[in-house]
């Protein structure tokens, strides 16, 4: 199997914008004795000849508590004032069938870093109104440490409550551009 | 522009609220530091008393501190920990969680102790607390130990190093102040 890095051949051709109804940008990461998931539900991405981008607004955590959501956008967590959004652009993909890798930046809380997504793409298909759409999933681990979330509490045992390791996962629909 | 001084303490020859005021002589002259000093008329924390109107002694808390542009705490420790009337006045002015006046507010936290180690335990915790509030915690610590040796009998701040500190720990606070405000300091 031939694997192509060059971006007009890892995504199809065109401009393609986000179907934000149906797609997710969130994070998990294990909490306690299980795993705490959230999500951002303002979030923008657009497939072009460039590549991949997208942001997500970090006042628009949608977790179950109100009180937790300003926890997390306070200077403790994401420190919404200063930093409001989240965003990625593409430098590299590679693809392989079904399989897709997106190496780009990632800026959370003001600090950018390398990342490296990987999940898989769909062919597009038509659907009901005639419009062609394709879908991304894709996933990476960052370690929030390195963008300044540093919050923890140590267990009684000593141990920390919360590990550096955080999961960013994306499920992407794109639309293409009229 | 404004910098809210709460000290922890309600003594009237407390060596936390002469610290405040050492820091308000260290502060530049576009900055006014206004203490506090109605913290013993805070009354105990109670949902039940958590409504709109407030309490009028914790209205005007919450106001003091949403007027302010900064705030610097300075504690005493009792026990290892943060006083229960500072921890308590905290704990009103946090409430309701997500538009309290605290939150993204820079803040810093001193303290001054008569033992060796100037109530670095209290400090740590307070700044917990404030962090939890969604406070902007300034990493900065003054730890006035052996307090009653530091301050003359004027009350001013004695000891050349610890002044040296505090104005230190003041930079970094107003650091954290809109650029708009810094300018003014050009």
Do not use: C
């Not at chain 2, 003594?11 to 530091?33: C, H, I, M, Q, W």
């Not at chain 2, 500072?86 to 303290?111: E, F, H, Q, Y």
């Not at chain 2, 962090?131 to 301050?151: I, K, L, M, S, Y």
């Amino acid at each position: 199997m031939s694997v192509l890095t060059d971006t007009q051949a890892a995504l199809p051709t065109g401009t393609w914008n986000l179907d934000p109804v149906h797609s997710s940008i969130g994070f998990e990461i294990p909490y306690l004795a299980g795993t705490f998931r959230g999500q951002f539900a303002d979030v923008e991405a657009k497939v072009t000849e460039e590549g991949l981008t997208g942001s997500a607004r970090v006042a628009s955590i949608d977790v179950k508590d109100e009180n937790f959501s300003a926890h997390l956008q306070s200077p403790d967590f994401f420190d919404a004032e200063r930093h409001p959004e989240l965003t990625f652009e593409s430098r590299e993909l590679e693809r392989s069938a079904e399989a897709l890798t997106v190496r780009g930046d990632i800026t959370i809380r003001g600090v950018t870093g390398p990342v490296e997504l990987t999940g898989t793409i769909s062919e597009p298909l038509t659907d009901y109104a005639d419009r062609q759409r394709f879908g991304l999933t894709l996933e990476a681990t960052v370690d929030r440490t390195e963008f300044g979330l540093n919050w923890n509490a140590p267990l009684p045992s000593g141990e920390p409550a919360l590990p550096n390791d955080v999961k960013l996962i994306a499920e992407l629909y794109f639309v293409r551009e009229a | 522009m404004k910098v809210l001084g709460i000290s922890g303490s309600l003594r009237r020859d407390s060596y936390n609220t002469k610290l405040l005021r050492a820091a308000g002589e260290l502060l530049p002259p576009f900055v006014e530091l206004e203490i506090w000093d109605a913290l013993k008329e805070i009354p105990p924390y109670d949902e039940d008393d958590d409504i709109e109107p407030a309490p009028a002694a914790v209205a005007a808390l919450r106001a003091a501190v949403a007027d302010a542009d900064a705030v610097l705490f300075a504690t005493p420790e009792y026990n290892s920990s943060v006083p229960g009337q500072l921890k308590n006045a905290v704990d009103w002015a946090s409430r309701p969680i997500a538009t309290n006046p605290l939150r993204n507010k820079p803040v810093l936290v001193v303290g001054a102790s008569t033992g060796a180690f100037g109530a670095v335990w209290s400090q740590a915790e307070l700044r917990k607390v404030l962090a939890a509030t969604g406070a902007r915690v300034v990493d900065g610590e003054v730890a006035v130990g052996h307090a009653p040796t530091r301050f003359d009998d004027d009350g001013a701040l004695q000891d050349e190093g610890m002044r040296d500190q505090l104005r230190e720990a003041l930079e970094a606070l107003l650091a954290e102040l809109p650029a708009g405000y810094l300018a003014l300091a050009v």
